[in-house]
């Protein structure tokens, strides 16, 4: 038989620590969720700023377009 000082943890134990970490999971979540809803709006506005500059070509393409000829 191994001499082992380590111990086996019983059932009740492992339910006792898979609480433990559900504890912390829902603090690490609740500490994660405004940095993922903070990048989610970066990445949001960065894609808006892509659609805006966009918009703005074409409406001077179209002001280009509607100048009368040049005499």
Excluded: C, F, W
Aim: glycine content about 2%.
């Amino acid at each position: 038989m191994p001499s082992s000082t380590e111990t086996i943890p019983t059932p009740t134990q492992i339910a006792e620590d898979y609480k433990e970490i559900s504890k912390q999971m829902q603090l690490i979540d609740k500490h994660l969720l405004p940095l993922k809803n903070s990048y989610t709006m970066s990445i949001s506005a960065v894609d808006d700023i892509g659609q805006l500059s966009h918009l703005l070509d074409r409406v001077a393409d179209t002001i280009e377009d509607d100048k009368p000829p040049a005499r």
